[in-house]
């Protein structure tokens, strides 16, 4: 397998003669030395909605095309099938990428917090070696973005249509449009107008597919006329775990709403900030179902259904937007030579529930929110194809963001390069759990931390006094604890002494009921 170049330090003269030798332009010769970071960061888009990831929903996502660029992103690059979030939910998931550390350190424990004063975060070190760096849409957190050259972000959650954008120095601006588009948009100028001689680092972060789900008008028809396969546990009893887990606000059924997230209102009333032939396309699409709904009056499982179609609908199309942007992307990139030049990073924020557990959101140490989709293609080095199962984390992508541009993080971050996977090497001494701690109230989701293990997710829901295990061998939808299972006591013992290995390791000694 190739490895990047790398030219030592009388690199002008080097580069000169690598000219001369291959025909390469001098300036290309030296970004593949240091190559460019795309990372494209989409906000709750769930692995089981990506066809390159294998689970109950992937059939359906491949016969529907509903990510073909992310797919053929996945067969040209390496796919993590075990990666997973510190914390899942949005601005704490942020902050580690960013820091390469969990909340506990970068101080980001719950939404819209503040990095703590001091953090080493990784686009100031691009920044410090040369990189010209760029973030362009969701970054919700308290304080601006350091370490970059252009930033414009969307305040806040930011809105789906008009999307509004800010920047340095009081600016402000509203855009016309989609806010997928508009940030795939935004991305592809700076591209466009940045300096050739440097390496880049561009962030593209979507606010799709956050609820409340607003698809694109080219898409309101997409899959109007198909049923969307339900999962095994739409209608779960929460029978088999304790008190946390049936005293959530999260059902579908229950709690998701008609008016915001299902659409269901008076002609004009919805949705929001749509021009008057955008309520109109609106209007068009969705006055029939609407109608068709109020007909039918339906109650109990037949309403949770109707909730859970029209949900993912929704989500879908706006995954499927998120698609375009990053066809668009590769696109340009293709144009332009820069692929084999680029490395293009495929990620989001935290995975969702589609309906597991009769849910939507996220915020579990639970599966479908632990997990994170992560892609990597990196032409030359990375083997097009390869699916990685080591258990990897959010806390890895700044020191791997490090590595790949030749340098390396500082010893305080917590997490761990993935460039040895990446070059197809499977480092013994890597990680055998990971650990996790989830703080915000929100949706009734008690506080816990836990660990994963290959085999194993154990929880401490901490301000109840509660504790859960599942054995992902036997179990792997989570439906049964066992805990208090007298043949688990032994694995108990052993994964409740990693656990504390861990919460001594990375330095969290928090179990208080607020931060
Ligand atoms: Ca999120």
Known sequence: MKTPMRLPCCRTALVGALTLLTGWPATEAAAAERPNILLIFSDDHSCQSLGAYRTWLTDFIRQQQLTPNLDRLAAQGVVFERSFCANSICSPSRAAVLSGAHAHINGVT???????????????????????????????????????????????????????????????????????????????????????????????????????????????????????????????????????????????????????????????????????????????????????????????????????????????????????????????????????????????????????????????????????????RWPGVAQPGRRVGALVQNIDYAPTFLEMAGSRAPSTVQGRSLVPWLRGQSPEDWRRSIYYHYYDPGHGVQRHYGLRTERYTLAHFYPVKEWELFDLERDPQQMRSVYEDPGYAQTVAELKTELARLRQHYGDSDERDQP
């Open 110 to 376: 719950r939404l819209g917090g503040r990095i703590r004063e001091g953090v080493w975060t990784f686009p100031p070190a691009l920044q410090a070696i040369g990189y010209q760096t760029a973030v362009i849409g969701k970054w919700h957190m308290a304080q601006d973005p350091a370490g970059f050259d252009f930033w414009r972000v969307l305040p806040g959650q930011g809105h789906y249509w008009r999307p509004e954008f800010r920047g340095p120095s009081g600016f402000r601006e509203e855009v016309a449009g989609y806010a997928t588009d508009a940030i795939t948009d935004k991305s592809l100028v700076w591209l466009k107008q940045r300096d050739p001689n440097k390496p880049f680092l561009l962030l593209c972060h979507h606010k799709a597919p956050h609820r409340p789900w607003n698809p694109p008008a080219r898409y309101y028809r997409l899959l109007a006329d198909v049923t969307v396969p339900e999962p095994a546990t739409l209608f779960d009893d929460y029978a088999g775990r304790t008190s946390s887990a049936r005293n959530q606000k999260m059902e579908i059924g229950r709690d998701m709403t008609l008016a915001s997230d299902l659409k269901v209102l008076p002609p004009g009333k919805y949705p929001p900030r749509l021009t008057p032939e955008g309520e109109a396309e609106w209007e068009a699409a969705f006055r029939g179902r609407n109608e068709a709904f109020a007909q039918a009056n339906l109650a109990g499982r037949d309403l949770t259904r109707w909730k859970y179609q029209e949900y993912m609908k929704d989500y879908l199309r706006c995954i499927k937007a998120v698609d375009d942007g990053v066809g668009r992307l590769l696109e340009y990139l293709e144009q332009e030579g820069l692929d084999r030049q680029t490395i293009v990073i495929y990620s989001s924020d935290q995975s969702f529930f589609n309906g597991e557990h009769g849910w939507f959101d996220k915020r579990w140490i639970y599966e479908e929110s632990l997990t994170m989709p992560l892609i990597v």
